[in-house]
């Protein structure tokens, strides 16, 4: 038979991981895809693209405006007095509060200025504005 030793009366007395292991991989990583995708609230905006943008890691709080000028903050509709107030709350516990500004290509420039502007208002001093990195195609135009 091919693969014995001619000792047909041996006993296996080990078990192979192997499998276990490989298993608990695929697992462990489509648990981690699917995470990413529940984490995220599901706002319609269409990012505009930037050649020198990073991937960052998620922050304390986001504020989304979408291409209507209707603002999110953390996927709840709210307005810009109620982000001011949250902001009030948050820097009580967290004095190094972090802000997303996530605002689609064709919302209004003067509502994500004065965004920024009642972010840094509130004493916030470290904020980033969501951007989709750019193709290359893009980046040759």
């Not at 001011?84 to 064709?106: C, H, M, W, Y």
Request: hydrophobic content about 40%; overall charge negative; glycine content about 4%.
């Amino acid at each position: 038979m091919a693969g014995s030793n001619g000792n047909s009366k041996t006993t296996i007395t080990t078990i192979n991981v192997t499998p276990l292991v490989d298993i608990t991989l695929v697992l462990l990583i489509i648990f981690m895809v699917t995470a990413t995708f529940i984490a995220n609230p599901q706002i319609p905006i269409d990012l505009p693209k930037a050649a020198t943008a990073e991937k960052s890691e998620p922050q304390t709080f986001a504020v989304v405006i979408t291409k209507n000028n209707e603002l999110f903050l953390d996927g709840e509709a709210t307005t810009e007095d109620q982000i001011g107030q949250f902001i009030d709350n948050r820097l009580k516990n967290t004095p190094d509060l972090q802000v997303v500004i996530s605002a689609d290509r064709e919302a209004m420039h003067g509502n994500v200025v004065r965004i920024i502007d009642l972010v840094r208002s509130h004493n916030v001093q470290k904020f980033a504005i969501n951007v989709e990195p750019a193709d290359e195609k893009d980046q040759k135009k």
